[in-house]
């Protein structure tokens, strides 16, 4: 069964310096798709960032970048010049090809950006 | 706007109540899914559907219940089997089945027991 681990339940960045959220991944199925999600405290899901598993390039969108290491089954979340409104939970997840729509999330890390 | 409706945002149930959320989505997808979060963790699956009239259990679905009649709506019965049902629970909905798309969520439900 595939597994999705964040390990740092909560993290502190001074605004404007950049931050990475880690996430590593379990999964014997070479087909799979990475995504990560903001949640603020009002509680909707937000997409950020999408990296399927044959992706040549580290997928980037606006200030999040993913450093995806497929070796190492990894998929971080950097977030670039960090801003207050960044202060949110965020998660990783992840999606097997050949197993419907299963969406597996990790545990969140809780974001807290320091003016 | 395009988007996913759940109501009501706030719900209280009773003991021995079944209690139903609702969730609509005009974005012409074709999947949709129902999720439980507990205070402080990730998203579990309670149901998911690919087409109308069809759904499958996801990891979580003891004490639940849902139904795919119309493609724009899939609200989810919570029952009285659920012992635990005080969380929040969101409803997303994707293009397809495949790993590419994203899950697209409402603003979510919670739920707690009077």
């Known amino acids: 069964a595939q597994k999705i681990t964040q390990t740092q339940p909560g993290m502190f960045v001074q605004e404007k310096e950049a931050v990475t959220l880690d996430c590593t991944y379990d999964t014997s199925d070479p087909s799979y798709g990475l995504f990560w999600y903001k949640q603020p405290s009002s509680g909707e899901m937000i997409f950020l960032i999408y990296?399927?598993?044959?992706?040549?390039q580290n997928a980037t969108e606006g200030r999040y970048s993913l450093n995806f290491q497929k070796a190492r089954k990894s998929a971080n979340l950097v977030i670039s010049a960090s801003q207050l409104g960044d202060s949110a939970m965020y998660f990783c997840a992840m999606r097997l090809n050949n197993a419907g729509n299963m969406l597996t999330f990790g545990g969140g890390t809780r974001l807290m950006v320091k003016p | 706007d395009g988007g996913i409706t759940q109501s009501p945002k706030y719900l209280f149930r009773k003991e021995g109540q079944n209690v139903t959320l609702s969730c609509e989505q005009n974005?012409?997808?074709?999947?949709m899914y129902w999720y439980r979060q507990d205070p402080g963790q990730g998203l579990r699956l309670i149901y998911y559907s690919q087409i109308v009239n069809d759904f499958q259990k996801g990891d979580i679905a003891e004490g639940y219940s849902v139904s795919r009649e119309k493609k724009e709506s899939f609200p989810l019965t919570v029952t009285s089997a659920q012992k635990n049902p005080t969380a929040f629970y969101l409803c997303?909905?994707?293009?397809?089945?495949?790993?590419?798309?994203?899950?697209?969520f409402g603003d979510g439900t919670r739920l707690s027991i009077l």
């Open positions: 974005l012409n997808h074709d999947a």
């Open positions: 997303a909905s994707s293009m397809s089945d495949r790993a590419s798309q994203p899950q697209h």
């Open positions: 990296q399927g598993s044959y992706d040549q």
